[in-house]
T-cell receptor, first 116, second 105 residues
Framework: EADIYQTPRYLVIGTGKKITLECSQTMGHDKMYWYQQDPGMELHLIHYSYGVNSTEKGDLSSESTVSRIRTEHFPLTLESARPSHTSQYLC???????????????FGPGTRLTVL | SQQGEEDPQALSIQEGENATMNCSYKTSINNLQWYRQNSGRGLVHLILIRSNEREKHSGRLRVTLDTSKKSSSLLITASRAADTASYFCASLGRFGAGTRLTVKP
């Protein structure tokens, strides 16, 4: 079991609410990632971070924002949730740049978000 | 997809049979990885194959890589019901669309 945690696991909210999805890891990994995945579909990279105070946008345009104030913490925030944000959000971390040997990504269990 | 395509999109087999999934990717790679995802959960890393390797084994898993064709395959031998999951190839943090494998007991 990977030491990477996401809360909440499930969230149902109304349109217009501000939400923050939490992600934390205890492995001391520098690299962290957020993916968006619709059921049965591919993963889309929406944000990543190389380390503290580093955040980058991923391949899929997202209205969410992220912050990386501490190594272990990489929260994702939606200022005003909409039904189009309904999806599963997966957080991951890796010691070094994903894809290199020894730098496999470890994933959290995901947050399933439903916006009504 | 961002990195490539898995083929087939879905595969259903009987327990004990072998399952083969293919992945084609678009850009040059240094390494390619395969991950497994149980329904509604996070992904788990299975195996990494380097660009200078042609084949790699890990238990019941066998991965091949053909850089000239920009393709890789994952073979699961003697499948079990517990192998039921989605399988994704990935490179540099980008994932394919995945193959949904169902192993019937």
């Amino acid at each position: 079991e990977a030491d990477i945690y996401q809360t909440p696991r499930y969230l149902v909210i109304g349109t217009g609410k501000k939400i923050t999805l939490e992600c934390s890891q205890t492995m001391g990994h520098d690299k962290m990632y957020w993916y968006q995945q619709d059921p049965g579909m591919e993963l889309h990279l929406i944000h990543y971070s190389y380390g503290v105070n580093s955040t980058e946008k991923g391949d899929l345009s997202s209205e969410s924002t992220v912050s990386r104030i501490r190594t272990e913490h990489f929260p994702l925030t939606l200022e005003s949730a909409r039904p189009s944000h309904t999806s599963q959000y997966l957080c991951a971390s890796s010691r070094g740049l994903a894809g290199a040997p020894g730098n496999e990504q470890f994933f959290g269990p995901g947050t399933r978000l439903t916006v009504l | 997809s961002q990195q490539g395509e898995e083929d087939p999109q879905a595969l259903s087999i009987q327990e004990g049979e072998n399952a083969t999934m293919n992945c084609s990717y678009k850009t040059s790679i240094n390494n390619l990885q395969w991950y497994r995802q149980n329904s509604g959960r996070g992904l788990v890393h299975l195996i990494l194959i380097r660009s200078n390797e042609r084949e790699k084994h890990s238990g019941r898993l066998r991965v091949t890589l053909d850089t000239s064709k920009k393709s890789s395959s994952l073979l699961i031998t003697a499948s079990r019901a517990a192998d039921t999951a989605s399988y994704f190839c990935a490179s540099l943090g980008r994932f394919g669309a995945g193959t949904r494998l169902t192993v019937k007991p």
